[in-house]
């Protein structure tokens, strides 16, 4: 088994590691922080809207099984993303991209999404290369499943 590594950033991350779960081949999950300027955030650091992170899902997956275009498929498929929640910057649509293949991969599906004007909105998908993922506090980790709300 090879496998690799995807970051993506698609509103808050609770339901978005959960549709991540649910995709055949994705082996292991967590969420976190990325691409802001602060040190070792923290939720409430976060929520905050200052420090410029964004809630993300860090996700491996297993490359026999699933193709990095299909996870950027599902990715799509999640969320609007001609849309930010309100005003928070924290739960913008990102692909955090950790090699040259998954930019390239990226800017061809976003091209191609833009292309299909199927959203009410431009799309404001962004494709940034991935820094330091910090890992969100434990209680966030398969925040549903500890909920008793997994489906």
Known sequence: MKSS???FAAGCFWGVEEEFLKVKGVTFTEVGYMGGRMKNPEYEDVMSDTTG????VQVI???AQLSYQKLLVAFFSLHNPS???GTKYKYRSTIFYHT???KRSAEAILEEIKSLDIYDYKVKTTIVNAEKFYR???YHQRYFAKMGRAK
């Open 53 to 56: 992170h964004a809630e993300v």
């Open 5 to 7: 590594i995807a970051t």
């Open 136 to 138: 969100a506090e434990e």
């Open 61 to 63: 997956y297993d490359e």
């Open 100 to 102: 040259p293949e998954q």
């Open 83 to 85: 849309t930010i929640p």
